[in-house]
């Protein structure tokens, strides 16, 4: 009620028709749903979100489940990409009771492969990783207070290392997330291959629903 509703059938490839339609609405959201883990499901999402979260200038929602938003998991990677998703969140209606979890991803400590005699090396950079990891932690606090909404909901920050799709999707489940929001740099084609592959890789395993930003 109160909202204008339309509708559009297009034949062609899936990602290019609905991207076609979204500039042509002059849409601010893209939303994409899966229902199922079927090969065609994943054969429609894999082509259709990879060709939208490559070509989109708006954010993208990859919808998973039917539950209301109130556990979010937020990537942010210190770069001027959070800005663009912290005024995302500001500009969205979240429910009172929403809990925001803010995740920033470093490098890690030591490489799984290190062999003893990096045990020396891996010691002596302990100081920089601390530095590292209270740094992270000081941007992600910074960078929240600058949202007047967050001020009005709970709110976690948390710092670790390892590989970025790993740790964002293991950090996620650990917090039952049912929203995970990240950014996406607007980036020349050869950057976007490898920029979008976090994206991509997240959303194409992430149990929960997923909003891409752009910056």
């Known amino acids: 009620a109160g909202l204008v509703v339309g509708a559009h059938v297009a034949l ?4 290019k028709e609905i991207l076609a339609a979204a500039r042509g609405w002059n849409c601010d959201l893209i939303v994409i749903g899966t229902s199922d883990s ?3 499901s994943k ?3 894999g082509s259709a979100s990879s060709h939208l979260l490559k070509n989109s200038s708006c954010p993208v929602m990859i919808f998973r489940n039917d539950s209301s938003f109130r556990n ?3 990537a942010m990677d210190g770069s001027a990409t959070d800005l663009s998703v912290l005024s995302w969140i500001d500009s969205q209606a979240w429910l009172a009771d929403t809990r925001f979890h803010f995740l920033t991803v470093i490098p890690p400590l ?4 290190a062999n003893d005699s990096d045990v020396d090396i891996a010691i002596s950079s302990v100081p920089e990783f601390a530095c ?3 740094g992270a932690l000081d941007i992600l606090h910074k960078e929240i207070r600058r949202s007047s909404k967050l001020s009005q909901f709970e709110c976690n920050v948390e710092v670790v290392d390892g590989a970025t799709c790993e740790k964002i999707l293991e ?7 049912d929203l995970l929001v990240l950014g996406s740099h607007n980036r020349g084609f050869f950057a976007k291959l490898l920029t979008h592959s976090v994206s991509l890789q997240t959303a194409m395993n992430s149990a929960c629903s997923i909003a891409v930003v752009k910056h």
């Open 132 to 134: 590292a990891e209270d």
């Open 38 to 40: 079927t090969s065609l």
């Open 110 to 113: 030591k490489a799984e492969n």
């Open 12 to 15: 062609g490839n899936p990602g």
């Open 171 to 177: 950090y996620s489940s650990s917090v039952a997330a």
């Open 43 to 45: 054969l429609f999402l």
């Open 72 to 74: 979010v998991c937020v």
